[in-house]
């Protein structure tokens, strides 16, 4: 009987033992969820199954030099998808040039910013009515479902005398406003030469380049929980460390 009680026992203690080291090993892992279809930043091939980008291979540096797993957990949908992930517990963080924006701040701690991203007006290459924000009224301009740029566009339009029209994704935009079907998309420069260089028969171009219409701090945000807190406090002491010994840097000229 006391040896089949110690058997039972010591499956039990076994089992408690696996659980253990199991959770331990969850513990060591930060999920990411990203769509991977914001180049150059976050980007997943279809074919090859491999994610690239800055931010994939800042978040890779990150987990390298804090010990932990980074996974990658795709959203195919773009920014309410992702940050609906991290409501709901089962990502720690979002990865496309996540902003930092008031009404996000309500709900989200952030890391220290890793990233600034001066936005300009971007219209047709034929378009030479617009030629800074000023000539923006009553004309419309693309907005992108979820994305901090709507925060931004109503603070800059407090009387809404320019028309918004809202996508889904901000892929579909580029082509809408090539074609002429709205007249702009607020974006950064980075974001638009990706674009041309992957998309040749798009004609577009970036107006008063010398005056953005905003700047984009961008950052990585986390959950107000227990484990949000703890992680958020690893990942800004590793982007310190980063900054610090040159590793960052190195990153950016790639």
Do not use: H
Request: glycine share 6%.
């Amino acid at each position: 009987l006391f040896s089949v009680l110690a058997l039972g026992l010591g499956f039990v203690v076994g089992a408690a033992a696996l659980a253990a080291a199991a959770e331990k090993d969850a513990e060591r892992v930060i999920r990411v969820a990203t769509p991977g279809t914001y180049a150059p930043f976050t980007m997943y091939d279809e074919l090859t199954q491999e994610w690239s980008g800055f931010e994939i291979e800042l978040w890779r540096l990150i987990g390298e030099k804090a010990g932990y797993e980074i996974e990658f957990v795709r959203v195919r949908l773009d920014n309410p998808a992702t940050f609906a992930e991290l409501d709901l517990g089962r990502v720690d963080t979002v990865a496309k040039q996540i902003s930092i924006t008031p009404v996000r701040q309500q709900k989200y701690d952030f890391t220290q910013p890793f990233f600034f991203s001066p936005y300009y007006i971007i219209v047709a290459e034929d378009n030479n009515e617009i030629k800074s924000w000023k000539d923006m009224e009553g004309r419309s301009i693309a907005l992108a479902e979820g994305s901090a740029m709507n925060e931004f566009i109503a603070a800059l339009d407090p009387e809404n005398k320019v028309k918004k029209s809202v996508y889904e994704s901000d892929k579909l935009v580029f082509q809408e406003v090539s074609v002429g079907r709205v007249d702009a998309y607020p974006g950064p420069y980075v974001e638009l030469l990706d674009v041309l260089k992957r998309n040749s028969s798009l004609k577009l171009k970036a107006v008063d380049m010398e005056n953005p219409i905003y700047v984009e701090v961008n950052a990585y945000p986390f959950a107000r929980t227990d484990r949000g807190r703890a992680l958020l406090k690893l990942t800004d002491g590793i982007l310190t460390q980063m900054i610090e010994d040159g590793s960052y840097a190195e990153l950016c000229e790639k």
